[in-house]
């Protein structure tokens, strides 16, 4: 069993109440203790205990990843009929409305995730202590990270600075502009650079070159290509990291094993949210899984076979999408599941259904587990979501110098192509201008296809509306704002374009 550092611990920020029998007399009785910010954050303990709540809620961001995926040209529903979690299934068909619980869920969640973190930085001058810096930059990481998730989901949000939201905000608080929110974002991420470590305190927390890496993201996202490009070469210029390849001999730095538990944490991981099947919980508190419940979701219905093990059959890669890969190109393999070609190999069985494809997304489906694993074997799988990887921050810098510097371009492109087919055959060799950029996005898919991102590829790349099934412009750009969120508000938060409430 894997040993995981990053737990739930969520015994903070709740208050009690209580009520004392005598008799037939029932008296209102103040609580022995409650938690609140009057006698919490005195302690570097306290404080610690904080950040692993906010940490916590990036378990949830599955839901995040596998409708990345659904809702883009690379994979389908799937499931086992049409009526197979709805939200999922109207996502992948571009008929989602305000009234979604899967698109809810990701509001909710990201946004408990901002007043966690904010819930620290509210009170991050109340007590000193040595370390008490790398927490606090930790902290701006984090809401950074789920305000970034909730800008590209659904644009413009609510902003409360260095405070956690209160009941009735909903009502005075505007949602503020996408530009005010990166603006947010921006400043969160240089003031965390300065004070994380380049190496992690503990496995699962946040680097400066996560900061640096998500800042680069955050800039491209925006076009500020000229702010990008370097800032992400501080991660590709680190000795920190570097490119899993075949030709490793330490098996946990292959790159056939990037996705396996032996390359979990390694060195091509920039930052990596950590899950365990130590302990669990099934449908009545997916959030609170402490395993990727992503994964069994995306595992094959009733398989019977060597390696896998079975799951749910949702967010199937389309034909199309498994066809992208040249002869000789690896990541085939490790992206795509063929179940026909991995059957002819092995006698491995399962059962098709719903807008089944025969494909399966091999990075983040369930393997065999061992027989001390807890919880929902079919949920709860320890599978680590690799947030953000080299690969990634080389093909965003090849992306933003495509517009200025044709050969730095070039040469964070080729080292990607290198590692996926093992030689320098398959070298870019175009100069420079829009073909050398649209090469870049379609490199991004095939080195990426199946973690979460292509969606948001497309809709900040304007493609989306050309490469989606049934993508309106100018309306499923972004998300709708759950209707639940616009009645609590009374209308303050006003629905994104082109929705109906």
């Known amino acids: 069993m894997k040993r995981k550092i990053i737990t739930a611990i969520l015994a903070f920020g709740i208050i009690t109440t209580g009520l004392v029998s005598c008799g037939d007399d029932y008296v209102p009785q103040e609580p022995p203790y409650s938690i609140g910010s009057d006698n919490y954050f005195n302690s570097e303990e306290e404080y610690h205990k904080a950040l692993i709540g906010a940490y916590d809620i990036l378990q949830s961001t599955y839901v995040n990843v596998i409708l990345g995926e659904i809702a883009s040209d690379n994979t389908v529903s799937g499931g086992e009929r049409a009526t197979d979690v709805i939200g999922w299934q109207q996502v992948d068909e571009m008929t989602h409305t305000p009234v979604n619980e899967e698109i809810r869920k990701i509001w909710n969640w990201m946004f408990a995730g901002v007043n966690r973190a904010s819930y620290i930085l509210e009170f991050k001058d109340k007590t000193d202590f040595e370390g008490k ?54 400043n969160d991420l240089l003031l965390a ?4 470590s380049p190496s992690a305190p503990q496995t699962g927390r946040a680097t400066k070159g996560a900061a640096q890496a998500l800042l680069g993201k955050v800039y491209l996202y925006q076009e500020k290509f000229n702010l990008a490009g370097p800032m992400l070469e501080n ?32 060195p091509e991981s920039v930052f990596e ?46 034909e199309e999408a498994a066809e992208i890969y040249q002869p000789g190109d690896q990541r085939r393999a490790v992206t795509i599941l063929d179940m026909q070609e991995w059957g002819a190999q092995t006698s491995a069985t399962y059962d098709p259904y ?34 953000i990887r080299l690969a990634d921050v080389m093909l965003m810098a090849a992306e933003a110098y495509s517009y200025s510097d044709a050969s730095k371009a070039r040469l964070y492109l080729n080292m990607v192509i290198e590692r996926a087919y093992g030689n320098t055959s398959h070298n870019i060799t175009v100069e420079s201008g829009p073909e050398l950029t649209n ?63």
Request: proline fraction near 6%; aromatic fraction near 12%.
């Open 133 to 186: 810096a790398q927490i606090i930059a930790e902290a701006r990481f984090l809401r950074a990270y789920y305000h970034f998730e909730l800008v590209k989901w659904f644009g413009g949000i609510p902003l409360k600075g260095d405070a956690r939201f209160q009941l009735g905000d909903e009502l005075v608080i505007p949602r503020s502009t996408p530009e005010e929110v990166y603006e947010s974002i921006e």
């Open 193 to 196: 650079i300065e004070d994380l």
């Open 235 to 266: 991660v590709i210029n680190s000795p920190l990291y570097a490119l899993t390849k075949n030709s490793n001999t330490d098996p946990a730095t292959k790159y056939s094993n990037l996705f396996e538990e032996i390359g979990e944490n390694g």
């Open 273 to 318: 949210i950590q899950y365990t099947d130590v302990e669990g919980a099934g449908f009545e508190c997916l959030q609170c899984s402490e395993g990727n419940v992503a994964v069994g979701f995306s595992g094959p219905r009733s398989y019977d076979g060597p390696l896998f093990s079975s799951g749910f059959s949702f967010n199937l890669p389309t």
């Open 354 to 387: 719903y807008k089944d494809t025969g494909y399966f997304n091999r990075k983040y489906i369930p393997r065999k587990r061992s027989s001390g694993a807890q919880g929902d074997l079919n949920l709860t799988n320890p599978n680590n979501y690799r947030a």
């Open 439 to 501: 090469i870049i996005l379609e490199e991004r898919r095939k080195e990426l296809l199946g973690e979460g991102h292509r969606f948001f590829d497309l809709v900040r790349t304007g493609q989306a509306a050309a490469k989606i099934p049934g993508f309106t412009a100018n309306k499923n750009e972004l998300f709708p704002i759950p209707i639940e969120e616009i009645q609590f508000s009374n209308n303050n938060w006003k629905q994104n374009p082109n929705y109906i409430n």
